[in-house]
Nanobody, 122 residues
């Protein structure tokens, strides 16, 4: 079993910054892509940023130039640096990781963290 634990959320004023962290633990052979998603009240969960095992990144248009995703494979951790935050960034942020758990089974599956609240006041 794989566990993902997010941290770093909170309340910040518009224009401020936050850094989210997601630490993974458990039976992990290889991390594949890792990402951050967010879900605002009454809306669907959307991709914010993604980073592949080769550290290729992809961002939602709404956060390009403001957010930066990175990963530390040695620590099984993915980060999301969020700058120039806007009230519309308010949401619960979820960490996602595609993980291969054993060396003999090539299949991988997605795991989710419990979410961390980010609130940006105007």
């Amino acid at each position: 079993q794989v566990q993902l634990v997010e941290s770093g959320g909170g309340l910040v004023q518009a224009g401020g910054s936050l850094r989210l962290s997601c630490a993974g633990s458990g039976r992990i052979f290889r991390w594949n892509a890792m990402g951050w998603y967010r879900q605002a009240p009454g809306k669907q969960r959307d991709l914010v940023a993604l980073i592949t095992s080769d550290s290729i990144t992809n961002y939602a248009d709404s956060v390009k130039g403001r957010f930066t995703i990175s990963r530390d494979n040695a620590k099984n951790t993915v980060y999301l640096q969020m700058n120039s935050l806007k009230p519309e960034d308010t949401a619960v942020y979820y960490c996602n990781a595609n993980v291969r758990t054993t060396s003999y089974d090539p299949r991988a599956r997605d795991y989710w963290g419990q979410g961390t609240q980010v609130t940006v006041s105007s």
